[in-house]
C-alpha cells in the first residue's frame, strides 16, 4: 500500500447532499491542514477513522479557525465572530459529535462555544483512540516498537485545561509498553511555550527560549522518542531538537502517529 | 472587674478598627465589575475540604506543604480556643467552657500540642526566610518591605504560640490540683523543669489575647491576610476548567447585531470599556484574588515565561493589582483621581504579552488564583482599545479574518493535507 496516496475523506457538504448523516465530525483544524508536519498527524487519524470504518465526514473549506489565538491574544471580537460562523455551518448541518486532533480546538469548542450557542460533545482524539482500543476495536502491532523508549509531553490544553493525562499515556503504554516520565510531568508539566498565542509571536526577552527549556527536559529521559498531541507542542519540540542537533537521535511523534503506525497504516 | 472592663474596653476598640478596614475594603470592592454567579454549592463545599482544609495543593511541595499544613490545622484548633478566652475576658472567670468534658479536653490537649509545634516551625520558618536560598522568595515585587512584613507575621504568630504556651504552664501551676482540661506540652515542661510558672498566667493571658488583637488588625494590610480569606477564596473560587475564557457578553451584542443588523440593540448595557485597563475594570473575583494572595510564590516558580529569565511573574500581577487599588480606591473615595493605570505604570505590556497561558500558575496556587484570565483581560483592553498587539499578533488577526487560519493559505487549500 502507497502511504502517500490520497486518502479518501467524507466532506460534510456531500454527505449533506446525499441526505445522509454522520455520527463524528472530525474537526481537523488549522495546522491539521496547513502544517507541513502537522498535515501527517490529520493523515494518520484520518486513516485510523476510515480503518474504523466509521461514519464521519470533515467540514472541508467550510472548516474555518476556531478563533482560540486571537482570543488567547485578547482580540474577543474576532474570536466571536469566528465561533458564530462556526457554529452556524455546525449546527446547520446538526452536528452533534467532534472529534479534535488539535487541543486549543478541542477546548475552544468544548468550554468556549456552548455559551454562544455551540453545544457539541467535543472528544479529544485521544480519549477517542483510548475508548477504542480498550474496545478491541484497533489491533496494535507492538513487535516494531517494543524495545524503543519513550517519553510523552503533556500539552497544556489537554492536561491542567481539561485533566486528561490518562489516555495519551494508556496509548503510548499499548504500543511501546511503558512511558518514561519527565521530571515535569502531568500537571506540572512545562509548557512548550507556543500557548496562548506565542507561536504567532516573537517572544519576549529572556534568557532562553522556553521550548529550549522543555527540550531539555525531554533529552535528559535519553529517550528514542517523545510523544506530543498538539501541534503547537509538536512544533516547539521539533524545533528544540533540532537546535540541539538532536534529530537523528529523538523523533517526536503524535499520538495519532503512533498508533497509525502500529497498524501500519 | 477591672480586668474585665479593660478587656472589654480593648475588644470594642478592636473590633472598631476591624470594622473600619471592612468598610474600607468593601468601598473597595464596590468598584469592581461582576464575575461570576456564585452557583453549585456542594462542589464548592468539596473543593473547600479538599484544597483548603485537606491542603491538597500545598502538599504539592511535600516537606513544606506538610509543615504549613499542621500550622493550619493547628490554628483551627487553638482560634476555638480564643473563642474561650474573648469569653473568660467579658465575664471575668476562668476555662468557662470545661464543661464540655471530653471535647473540651481534646480541643485543650490539640491546642497545647499544636502551640508548641507551631513554635518549633515558626522559628524553622524565620531561619528559612533569613538565611536560606529560596528562589520564590525573590523577584521585583519581594520588595523589603514584603519581607518585613512576612518576617514580622512569624513573629507574631511565634509569640502568639509562645504566650499560650506561657499561659498554660501558669494556669497548670496555679491549679496543680484541678486542672481543667488536658496540656500534655505545658505539663511535660513543668514536670521536668519542676518550677512555678503561676506568676506568669496573667501575663500570658493579656499577652496572648492582645497580640490576637493586633494581629487581627494588622492582617488587612499584610500579605498575611489570607489568614482570613484564603477559606473563602477557595470557595467562590472558579470552578470552570482552567483553561476556559470566559466570553465577553458585551462583544457577542456587538457581534449579533454585526451578523444579523435587524437585531434590536440594547442601550441600557451600554460598556465603557473593553478588557481591563486599571481597577476599576476588573471583577470582585480578581481583587478578592490579590488580597487573599499570600505571595508564596509557588505561581511565579513554575511560570514558564519567568523560569526563562522574561519579566513576567504571575505573583506581581496580584501584588500590583492590590497596591494599585490601595492608591487608586483610596482617591475616588476622596473623590479625586491620577493619570495613572494598572497597565504600564504597574503592570508592563512586556509582562502582559509574555503569558503562555499554559496555567501552571492557577494548577500550583494553593488559594485558586487565576492568573491567565487577568492577564488576557488586560490583552482585551490593549488589543480592542487601543489596537496595540505585537506586530506578530496583528498579522495572525489579518489572517484569521482574511483567510479563516491563523497563517497565510488560502481556504480553498484546507483539504491538501489529504492528497
Redesign the interface.
Known sequence: MNKDT??D?P?MADVAAKGEQVEYLYW?G?A????LRY?KV??SF?KILNHLELRYA?L??E???T?D?????????????????NIEILNGYNIKKIICTCPHCY?TLK??YP??GGHYEVINYTEFLDDQIKKGNLNLDKNPFENLSITYHDP??LG????IYDAPRNIVKAVYGEVKEMKRSK?????C??????????????????F???TEDVLEQKVDKVATACPFCMTMLTDGIKFKNKETEVENLDIAEIVSQALDL | MIKQTLFTVVLLITLGVFVWSVFRLRAFFKLTKPAYPIKNISARITRTLNVAFGQSKIFRKPVIGFMHALVFWGFLVITLGSIEMVFDGLVGSDRSFAFMGIFYDVIMASGDVFAFIILVFIILFIIRRSFMNISRFKGVEVTPKTNLDAQLSLYFIGFLMLSLLVFNLGYISNHSNEVLGVYPVSSKIIQWTSMDFGALQESGWWVHILLIFVFANYLPYSKHFHVFLSIPNVFLSNLEPLTKYPNLESITREVKLMLDPEAAYDESEEVTRFGVKDIEDVTWRNYMDSLACTQCGRCTDVCPANITGKRLSPRKIFVDLRHRMNEKGTLILKGEDDTKSLIRDYISEEEIWACTSCNACAQECPIEISHPNLIMDMRRYLVMEEASAPAGLNAMFANIENNGAPWQYSPEDRMKWAE
Not at chain 1, 69 to 85: H, I, P, V
Not at chain 1, 160 to 163: P, T
Not at chain 1, 187 to 191: E, G, I, K, P
Not at chain 1, 193 to 210: N, P, T, Y
Open positions: 490520497k486518502i475523506i466532506i481537523v488549522c491539521g491542514a496547513f502544517d498535515q490529520a493523515r484520518a470533515v472541508g473549506t472548516e474555518s479557525c478563533g489565538a486571537a482570543k488567547r491574544a485578547g482580540n474577543e471580537m474576532l474570536f466571536q465572530m469566528q465561533a458564530m460562523q477546548n468550554n468556549e455559551d454562544l497544556c490544553y491542567r485545561g481539561n485533566k500537571s506540572s508539566a512545562l509548557c511555550g507556543a500557548g496562548g498565542a506565542q507561536m504567532f509571536k516573537e517572544a519576549e526577552k529572556g534568557d532562553k527560549e522556553v529550549i527549556e522543555r
